[in-house]
């Protein structure tokens, strides 16, 4: 279902405590549609609702309505530290793939910019094989597991060869083998790399680093010094 992130868990409780609502359970729910897509909300709730289905994770009650349910399998929970007001955040590779063949939602990203179908087979497969997994091509997406779902997601980007990259948490839901593969490519990209993460081993290989609290910047620096002042002021 939902995977509740030891740092959500502990901002959640801390918040409860500060607005008063001891006892309360985390409720999340589901917008979608027009340009903006999916669109998360979460609040504080002591009272379930007709149709609510609840469950608990990493010690945290969380509860959905029905109609949520469905966007939020294979979810998690994060805590990013400014977003929003309250600083939580979802993250979700599902959000990212479309079809339900791996092969067919990374040739679609590449037809319109190359007519050749032949050629996008072959990009689809160099894709999954620089990112370590050539045996997912004829899988159906719903067999993937959650790590194997984020490396396609990472897969299907890197066909249509970005000027540059943004990766948001692009360690998270990986076993450490496939995280220390993610980041060895990502070490070895040519192009410019924006990594947003709280993966502190992954950040030290970086060339600089910039530390947000409370939405703003709060230290720029060597990934070293960066990570130090992280430390010390945020864990």
Request: charged share 25%; with cysteine; aromatic share 8%.
């Amino acid at each position: 279902m939902l995977t509740v992130t030891d740092t959500a868990k502990k901002q959640a409780l801390r918040l409860m405590e500060d607005e008063g609502k001891d006892g309360f359970f985390i409720r999340v729910g589901v917008q979608g549609g027009g340009c903006s897509g999916l669109m998360y909300q979460l609040t504080f709730d002591n009272e379930e609702k007709e149709g609510d289905m609840s469950f608990e994770n990493n010690g945290v009650k969380v509860v959905v309505d029905k109609k949520s349910y469905l966007y939020l399998v294979g979810t998690t929970l994060d805590f990013s530290g400014g977003l929003n007001g309250k600083g939580f955040v979802f993250q979700n590779p599902d959000n990212q793939i479309v079809f339900p063949v791996v092969s067919e939602d990374i040739a679609f990203g590449l037809k319109r910019r190359e007519p050749n179908a032949q050629v996008r087979v072959a990009r689809a497969r160099q894709a999954l094989e620089q990112v370590g997994v050539p045996h997912l091509y004829d899988r159906l997406v719903h067999t993937l597991s959650g790590g194997e779902r984020q490396l396609v997601a990472l897969a299907a980007v890197l066909t249509t060869h970005p000027e540059i990259l943004v990766f948001d948490e692009p360690t998270t839901q990986l076993d450490l083998r496939l995280r220390n593969r993610v980041e060895q490519y990502i070490q070895a990209l040519t192009q410019p790399v924006i990594v947003v993460s709280h993966d502190l081993d992954l950040l030290r290989g970086m060339d600089r680093v910039l530390v947000l609290r409370d939405g703003v910047v709060a230290c720029d620096a060597a990934p070293a010094q960066a990570i130090a002042w992280y430390v010390e002021h945020c864990s």
